[in-house]
């Protein structure tokens, strides 16, 4: 079975830009998360969506969107991109079986972003 | 703020059983500990979880200690392909979320 997958893998932008950023889970998984990486440290949350809903949202600025499909493919949105974008995105899935979504994430390959 | 603490480094030979430890001494009683693995420059893989028993997979061995301050995970034939960060995380379950808190990891230099 194919696992999460991201598109693109890579992307170069310019300040003042906007990008989007695509995910599609593992088939039958209905959460998507977004994770944001900077050069040297651990992943940091983004945004949760379940059922086409945002469950949750990290600390981040309201330049950052997101949503969440019919078939539980995600996109993330940035707009007026910074240099301090720059980092690889990542996107996880979950069963988020019954009434909750509390279940294993698993994660696709990142798309790597550059904001030059 | 991550809810565990993990050595920033460690080393191993190739062949040998990798001990990785993490404490998470404020851990809630009904609160996993997962464990995933990232590659230079890949997605993190998830590797194993538990919740007050000890795990096994194909992967690794997860030991937890009895008062759940504390885990180990235990990679039993260390190879090159091991070398990684490693990451030890207690999943912030606030409200309808379910949130992965990444600290700073350990990494794990497998030696030939």
């Known amino acids: 079975d194919a696992g999460v997958t991201q598109s693109p893998t890579h992307l170069i932008k310019t300040r003042g830009q906007h990008v989007t950023l695509r995910c599609s889970p593992i088939?039958?998984?209905?959460?998507v998360s977004w994770y944001q990486q900077v050069l040297g440290q651990g992943p940091q949350f983004i945004f949760q969506?379940?059922?086409?809903?945002?469950?949750g949202r990290g600390n981040f600025p309201d330049r950052f969107s997101a949503r969440q499909f019919p078939n539980y493919s995600s996109e993330l949105n940035v707009n007026a991109l910074l240099l301090g974008d720059s980092a690889l995105y990542l996107c996880?899935?979950?069963?988020?079986?019954?009434?909750?979504?509390?279940?294993?994430?698993?994660f696709g390959p990142g798309t790597r972003l550059l904001v030059l | 703020d991550a809810k565990t603490t993990q050595p920033p480094s460690m080393d191993c030979a190739e062949g040998r059983a990798a001990n990785l430890p993490c404490n998470h001494s404020?851990?809630?009683?009904?609160?996993?500990v997962y464990w995933y693995r990232q590659i230079h420059s890949q997605g993190p893989q998830y590797i194993i979880h538990?919740?007050?028993n000890n795990e096994t997979n194909e992967m690794a061995s997860l030991i937890i200690t009895e008062d759940r301050k504390s885990s180990t995970l235990i990679l039993p034939h260390a190879t090159l392909r091991d070398t990684a960060v490693y990451y030890c995380?207690?999943?912030?379950?606030?409200?309808?979320?379910?949130?992965?808190?990444f600290g700073t990891g350990t990494l794990l230099a497998v030696q030939p």
């Open positions: 996880a899935s979950s069963l988020a079986s019954g009434s909750g979504i509390r279940e294993t994430q698993y």
């Open positions: 088939s039958g998984h209905k959460s």
């Open positions: 969506y379940y059922e086409k809903e945002e469950r």
């Open positions: 404020t851990i809630s009683g009904n609160e996993y």
């Open positions: 538990g919740l007050k």
């Open positions: 995380i207690v999943p912030n379950y606030g409200g309808a979320t379910n949130k992965l808190i």
